[in-house]
């Protein structure tokens, strides 16, 4: 394996399913390696990984690195981790990526820690681009603008690794577009002995009972979604978006502040810190507007703001802006939803 300078992704899996924030790595992967002319490859750890590159593939892999040891699943911390270091020694990626996800966040740091090469957590955009050192004035081609919001959201920042290598970055599920590349595709399976990568001493750890509590919820893929913020006020007022939602069809959502107040619960919180969402239609009510929660929704199709500040940093990202309370304004929705919808 002399193919060096690549881009690489860690694939997680779960019931025999790649996860959907690696395969949406996997297409932002494609255009990073397609812009600098280097193949993009894939790396899956653990078990009965037997037709999983048929998953990655489609989304543009040129290779599938597998190590399978009945051992390495379901995760844990040090096999996983001795596996991507001793890999990434020998091929020596340029850039890797994975999810920002209960594992990604485990395993990102202990790679990137064992290889001292930096990482960027919960990175909103990943684009490729030139750097000139302020102090050095040295310049450097190519490098991996790993952009995410920074101070409380009050800036976005782009950071870059120039010397040290890969250029590591999470990214969070749904912030990067799932969008298969060739159905057809197909590239090279390597097997590599996990005898190689993981020492026996590394499964010290052994998980003896595992219980997944799956989401009730579904706002991810909803079409429809009924938001709201701060300045709904009250958990009581919260009622109002979920009749308007019940009316619609929808979800309801909500921003940072409004979880934080306690007017609704955590799942349900959309932005930077919550899920990122992209529905056919997305009605924020008593939403400010603040650059975290706009990461998480800003690629709605159409985005409806209700708010009584006509100058909430919102509106200007939105398709129609509502300036009024929500205690008056929803309920006219509904009432002129259900006329029409008749």
């Known amino acids: 394996m002399e193919d060096k300078n690549n881009i690489i992704v860690y694939c997680e899996y779960e019931d025999g399913r790649v996860a959907d ?11 990073l390696a397609d812009r600098l002319g280097v193949k993009l490859e894939a790396l899956v750890v653990g078990a009965n990984l037997d037709g999983i590159e048929d998953q990655i593939f489609p989304y543009g892999a040129d290779v599938v690195y597998k190590v399978a040891d009945k051992r390495l699943y379901p995760y844990t911390s040090n096999p996983h981790a001795a596996v991507l270091i001793n890999l990434f020694k020998e091929i020596e990626p340029q850039i890797a990526l994975m999810g920002a ?3 990604g966040r485990d395993l990102g740091p202990r790679v990137s820690s064992a290889l001292h090469s930096g990482l960027t957590a919960d990175c909103t955009s990943l684009e490729i681009g030139d750097h000139t050192d302020a102090k050095t004035k040295q310049e450097y081609h190519d490098l991996l603008y790993q952009i995410r919001p920074a101070f409380g959201g009050n800036i976005v920042a782009t950071i870059v690794n120039p010397e040290h290598r890969p250029q590591m970055a999470t990214v969070r599920e749904g912030v990067m577009k799932k ?4 159905p057809d595709h197909k590239g090279t399976v390597i097997n590599l002995d996990p005898a190689k990568y993981v020492s026996d001493t590394d499964f010290v750890v052994e998980i003896i009972d595992r219980q997944i509590a799956k989401s009730k919820l579904n706002i991810k893929n909803a079409p429809i979604i009924v938001a709201g913020g ?9 009622q109002l978006l979920f009749d308007l939602a019940n009316t619609l069809g929808a979800e309801v959502g909500a921003s940072r502040a409004a979880v934080d107040a306690g007017f609704i619960e955590h799942e349900r919180q959309i932005g930077q810190t919550g899920v990122t ?7 924020a009510c008593g939403i400010s507007g603040q ?3 706009i990461a998480g929704m800003q690629e709605s199709s159409i985005i409806i703001s209700v708010n009584n500040d006509p100058n909430a940093p ?5 398709d ?3 300036t009024g309370d929500i205690e008056d304004v929803l309920p006219k929705l509904i009432k002129y939803y259900k006329k029409n919808s008749k």
């Open 21 to 31: 924030v690696s395969l949406e790595l996997l297409t932002k992967g494609r255009q």
């Open 179 to 182: 969008e298969v590349f060739n």
């Open 230 to 238: 701060y300045g709904v006020g009250s958990k009581e007022n919260f």
């Open 101 to 103: 996800t209960c594992i």
């Open 314 to 318: 919102i509106n200007t990202i939105a």
């Open 277 to 283: 969402v992209r529905p056919k239609l997305y009605i």
């Open 320 to 322: 129609y802006v509502i």
């Open 291 to 293: 650059i975290q929660h």
